[in-house]
């Protein structure tokens, strides 16, 4: 069996989950989630857990086994708990602000970035030069957080740039001139 597909799921108390067929819709106090899973998974809820097994020892069945368990228990812990992401805008002059809906980024163009919110995804500024992702989808919430990333990757020899709060970035040598 797979190793994490074979380990059941635990649903907290204010947390309901509702299987029909492939479709599994979990809801929970932040909200709602829905997910529909391979034919050949079959999930159960068995008191205050979700079981699922599956029909077929194929390679590709027993990676959809562990896969649809880990989204199901991600799903769990979006609705209770909810995902974040900080991100960190670092480079001279560089600076983020809230705006209503909207996070207006000084990253170094000619013209400031803005950046809105999308349904399921909330942004807060806690500081000048950090930016909060926060959402119930885990997918989502990481997603959303590469967009704001990519607008800026960080360069290498400074360190400029927007970058996760928790990524190492390595910076190189510069170059040396007149060495003989």
Not at 41 to 62: G, K, P
Not at 80 to 99: A, D, F, I, N, R
């Amino acid at each position: 069996m797979s190793r994490i597909g074979r380990h059941p799921i635990t649903i907290p108390a204010n947390v309901t989950v509702k299987l029909d067929g492939e479709n599994v819709t979990v809801k929970g106090p932040l909200g709602e989630l829905h997910l529909t899973i391979s034919k050949e998974i079959t999930a159960v809820q068995e008191n205050d857990h979700v079981v699922l097994s599956r029909n077929s020892d194929d390679r590709e069945i027993r990676s959809k086994h562990g896969l649809y368990r880990a989204l199901i228990a991600n799903m769990v812990t979006g609705v209770t708990e909810g995902y974040s992401k900080t991100l960190v805008v670092s480079g001279v002059g560089y600076k983020v602000s809230k705006q209503g809906k909207k996070v207006v980024l000084n990253i170094g163009f000619s013209h400031s970035v803005e950046v809105e919110e999308i349904d399921g995804i909330s942004l807060s500024c806690p500081s000048a030069t950090e930016i909060v992702v926060k959402g119930i989808d885990k997918n989502e919430v990481g997603q959303f957080a590469l967009k704001i990333r990519d607008l800026k990757p960080v360069e290498p020899y400074h360190g400029y740039g927007i970058r996760y709060s928790d990524e190492v970035v390595v910076k190189k040598e510069g170059k040396t001139a007149g060495k003989k």
